[in-house]
C-alpha cells in the first residue's frame, strides 16, 4: 500500500478489515478506517513520512496499548479520531510546535488510566477534546480552564475527583461539554458541564481503593 504515492485520501471504513495497520502511502492527507475490526498497537513505521496527513479517523475498532508522543508530533496532523477502542494509556509530548494545526481529539470510549494529560493544553490550536468514558482519576487540570482556545470539553464517564476549575464557570466561559459521572465535589449543577450527576460515594471510594477522595 505504501506504494500509492499519488493516494491522497484514503476511506476504508465501515468493512471487515483486521490486523493491524500496514505502512501507509507517504502522501496522504486524510486516513479514515472506521468500525473495522483493526488490532494492535500504533505502530510508527506504519506512519513514517507522513508529513501531510492532517485527519485521523480509526474509530470503533479494536485497537490497543499505547498512544505514544510520536504521533501527536506528526507535523500537519489537525484532527484526530480514536474513540472506541481499547487504548490504556497515552503519552502527550513535553514540548510542542507552536505550529502545530492539532484542532480536534476524540479519544473517548477506551480504557486509558492515569492523570489526564497537562500536555494537551500546550497545542496552540487545540479547541476540541474528547477524554470520555475512560478511567482517568485525579484532578482537572488547572491549564484546562484557562486555555483560550478551547470551545469543546467532554471528561465525563472518569474518576476525576476534586474540585473543577473556577475558570470553566465565569462569566466570560465559552467551553461547552460534560465535567458529569466522575467523581467531582462542588461541580456546580446551575452549569450545563455539570449537569450529569456525578457517581456515587461507593463507587468513588471503590475506585480509589476504599480511601476518602482528595
Do not use: H
Not at 493516494?7 to 479514515?32: I, M, W
Not at 480509526?58 to 485497537?63: F, H, K, Q, V, Y
Not at 487540570?141 to 476525576?160: I, M, V, W
Not at 465535589?185 to 463507587?203: A, E
Amino acid at each position: 500500500m505504501n506504494e500509492l504515492t499519488s493516494l491522497r485520501r484514503l476511506d476504508l471504513s465501515y468493512n471487515k478489515l483486521t490486523g493491524s495497520l500496514p505502512k501507509l502511502p507517504p502522501n496522504l492527507l486524510e486516513l479514515a478506517a472506521k468500525a473495522n475490526s483493526l488490532s494492535g498497537s500504533l505502530l510508527k513505521s506504519s506512519f513514517y513520512g507522513l508529513n501531510q496527513l492532517e485527519v485521523v479517523e480509526l474509530s470503533e475498532n479494536s485497537l490497543f496499548g499505547t498512544i505514544e508522543t510520536w504521533f501527536f508530533q506528526l507535523p500537519s496532523l489537525q484532527q484526530i479520531d480514536m474513540a472506541n477502542n481499547s487504548f490504556t494509556l497515552v503519552k502527550i509530548p513535553k514540548v510542542v510546535d507552536l505550529n502545530s494545526d492539532l484542532v480536534a481529539v476524540d479519544l473517548g470510549f477506551n480504557k486509558i488510566e492515569g492523570y489526564l494529560p497537562v500536555n494537551f493544553a500546550i497545542f496552540p490550536r487545540l479547541s476540541s477534546l474528547s477524554l470520555r468514558y475512560n478511567k482517568f482519576r485525579g484532578p482537572i487540570p488547572l491549564q484546562y480552564s484557562k486555555k483560550a482556545t478551547l470551545k469543546r470539553l467532554y471528561l465525563d464517564g472518569n474518576f476525576l475527583n476534586g474540585s473543577p476549575p473556577a475558570g470553566f464557570f465565569g462569566r466570560e466561559t465559552s467551553v461547552t461539554g460534560s465535567l458529569g459521572d466522575n467523581c467531582l465535589q462542588k461541580c456546580p449543577i446551575s452549569s450545563q458541564l455539570c449537569l450529569k450527576s456525578q457517581k456515587s460515594t461507593s463507587i468513588c471510594q471503590q475506585a480509589y481503593g476504599g480511601k476518602p477522595k482528595s
